[in-house]
């Protein structure tokens, strides 16, 4: 990601977190560690050899992954001073997603929306423009299926956050719409991507930029038209956590609710439970069964 000043985020997975009121940007780090590798028992060709290899390799992982996370913290910490710096010299204007609808509505302005597909799929702004300043990869080479097996098995698989790539092609698109003297609000779900696409347009001439502070998770219903079959607030939640009910959007919903939106989600818990526990005893059948044709 040349053009925002730190190519070790290319291609790599960005999680975005909430804003202050005090436009200012926290940006959480995750610790990420990997799991012990294992050895299979029935794999006893070169006994001594195995064993050493796989630990080394192991950590040699452990170490490029602790280096990444270095420099991935540093990459970020030095993009939030630049991105906060915007926004404080006035060359970015903060809006609330309440005065982003309003600018919408009494003055035309556009609203490009810089979310991964993921994300726009489940909600979107009516009359918006979709743009996406990073999106889910689709290439399937040894170094994208690597990032997103490490992205699934540090989280993924819970939070339901996808690997994503930097779309190279999101100025051109942007410049193909847009003249540079357009007001253009940008937005994403949470208001970090949405920051960093401010940036790049800035850095290529476009002058008249707003910024959704907070992003669309932070907005009501009532703020802006909403399409779509979520709420703003749902569109990026995933993952197991969503199946069970467990984000904390789906908690304050369910505060609203009441009991029947919370029973749906027991109901689920209960039949992972069951599935679980059917597929333990299925598994013990089968290895009993095995073991009597084995010892016949």
């Known amino acids: 990601m040349e053009a925002l000043g730190f190519p070790s985020l290319n291609s790599h997975t960005i999680s975005c977190s ?47 992954n602790e280096d990444y996370e270095l420099k991935q913290m540093r990459d970020v910490a030095a993009a939030k001073k630049r991105w906060e710096a915007l926004v404080r010299e006035g060359k970015v204007k903060a809006l609330t997603p309440r005065e982003a609808g309003y ?57 339901g956050v996808p690997t994503l790539s930097y779309n190279s092609q999101f100025l051109s698109k942007v410049d193909e719409k847009f003249p540079k003297d357009t007001d253009l609000i940008v937005a994403c779900q949470k208001g970090l991507r949405s920051l960093a696409a401010c940036e790049q347009l800035y850095n290529a001439g476009y002058r008249n930029l707003f910024w959704v502070q907070g992003g669309l998770e932070a907005a009501e219903e ?31 919903a369910a ?13 689920r818990l209960v039949g992972v439970f069951l599935l679980a526990d059917a597929l333990f005893f299925g598994a013990q059948k089968v290895a009993h069964y095995l073991q009597d044709i084995r010892s016949q």
């Open 18 to 64: 909430s804003f202050q009121k005090q436009r200012t940007t926290k940006i959480p780090c995750q610790r990420e560690h990997f799991s012990s590798i294992s050895l299979l028992s029935s794999l006893k060709l070169r006994p001594c050899y195995r064993p050493f290899h796989f630990r080394r390799s192991a950590t040699r992982m452990q170490a490029d």
């Open 103 to 159: 600018a919408i509505q009494l003055s035309n302005k556009t609203l490009l929306d810089v979310r991964p597909s993921t994300e726009h799929k489940k909600a979107w702004v009516k009359g918006s423009t979709w743009i996406p300043i990073f999106d889910v990869g689709k290439e399937f080479d040894a170094g994208t299926l690597s990032r997103k097996f490490m992205s699934f098995t540090m989280g993924g698989w819970w939070s």
């Open 255 to 267: 505060a609203k609710e009441g009991w029947s939106y919370r029973l749906v989600f027991s109901a």
């Open 222 to 252: 009532e703020d802006l038209v909403r399409e779509g079959p979520q709420p703003f607030k749902f569109a990026g939640i995933g993952g197991v956590s969503e199946f069970l009910g467990w984000t904390d959007q789906q908690r304050a």
